[in-house]
Every structure is written in structure tokens, then in C-alpha cells.
């Protein structure tokens, strides 16, 4: 995923994000003060907030503009944070962890099954003998009925944008076509134009994917991980234990 300028105008679309059922997703799978890697950690809030908790944490970006506003609200909470610019699939320097997250549909930037692959090999290497790996993913349903072919769009007093959906050329893909308008201090307003692809993956791949890789007690669930209900739901959690 490029970020470049789209890290200025992140948080600002992640205003809503439900950041405290991720937290209470994490903080009810892994162990009291444990070493957690976030990978795909953006500008590092959910970071921040397991650290607050009493998690050692490291986080993992692939774009150097996110870590560095992420570097910004470490030093702002007085956190320690090693922010370290990685890509998922190739991320290495970590061993041993009791628990990796990959939240907020990070995995779904990988287009390509290899890549995934790659990633959830990556992650069990990382992980001490019983670490846990949490992470979420489009669902199918949201990627057919959802997000195909939907316009939407926000007028803020200093950001305005539009976003369109349509079905890319891989299957159970997205394109994403935003539009971004910023109010600038002379009252003027620059136009930024931002494309990213998504994909997702059905869910008994991921879940063979995740045994190739090694990983056990594999948990699929919606709803934050408190409903087993899969049906026309918009994300899908996972978690998956090393033994």
C-alpha cells in the first residue's frame, strides 16, 4: 500500500475506527504485559494504546510517512515504541513474541495468495511456542455486496472527500477511488486523488494457510470475536496459536 500523503490525512479518516473493540480483542487473547508486535501498525494509535496497557510493543510499517507520525504520538505519550519500517512479508528482527496483531484489513493490501503465504509464515516464526496471532480481513460478503460499485463521501469543514468502489480484476477485489479535498489557510482547496487495491481471500484458504504455516487452534469469528455468526458480516477475525 502507497501512503506518501494519504499518512497526513490517515487519522483524520480514522476518526470513527473502533479502535476499543480492537483493544478489547487483543487484550482479551494475549497475555498481561506480553511482547506484541502490530504490523501494518499505520500511524501507530493502535500501537499506543496496547502500550498503555502494559504491553511491550513494536510496530511495523511499510510507508516511512506513517512511522514518522507515529514516531510523533510515541513521543507525545511518552511511550517507548520501537517503530520500524518493514513490509509484512518480509518483516524480520523478532523472535520470541507472545503476540502479533495485523488489524484494520492490513492483510487485505496483499493481493497476491503467495504474499499472504509469506506473511502468516513470517508471523509464526516470530511467535514464542504458544504466541498468538490476531488479524482481520474483509469479509467475502462485504467485497460482493458492500463495497461493489458504492460511492461515498464526507464534507468536512477542513477535508472533504469522495470514495468509489468497484470490483477489480482479481477475484473478490476492490479498487478504491479517492478523492480528497483540503482546506488550505488562504481558503483555497488542494485536491489530492489516491487509488489502493484490496483483496480478500475465502475463509477456508486462510484457514489452510495458516495450518501450512504451522499455526493451530485456529479461531474464525465476527463481531470483535464474540459471535461465531459469519453470515453477511463485513469483517472477519482470526486468531491462530503457535504450539
Known sequence: MKHDHFASLYDSLMEDAPYKSW????????????????????????????????????????????????DDK???QRLNI??????????????QLDGITLFCDGLNYLLDSKDVKQTFQQAYSALKSDGVFLFDVHSEYKMEYIFSNQLYGENGEDISYMWFCEQG????????????????????????????YQRTFQLQEYKQWLEEAGFQEIEISSDFGESTDLEEKDRIFFKAVKK
Open 82 to 95: 520501537p517503530f520500524i519500517l518493514q513490509d509484512m512479508r518480509s518483516f524480520s528482527g523478532f523472535e
Open 169 to 196: 480484476e482479481e477475484t473478490l477485489s476492490i479498487e478504491h477511488e479517492l478523492t480528497f479535498f483540503l482546506k488550505k489557510q488562504d481558503g483555497s482547496y488542494e485536491r489530492i486523488d489516491e487509488t489502493q
Open 23 to 70: 483493544l478489547s480483542f487483543a487484550t482479551t487473547n494475549f497475555p498481561d504485559k506480553g511482547s506484541i508486535l502490530d504490523l501494518a501498525c499505520g500511524t501507530g494509535t493502535f500501537t499506543c494504546m496496547l502500550a498503555k496497557q502494559g504491553f511491550t510493543m513494536f510496530g511495523v510499517d511499510l510507508s516511512q510517512d506513517m512511522l514518522t507520525i507515529a
Open 74 to 76: 510515541k513521543r507525545e
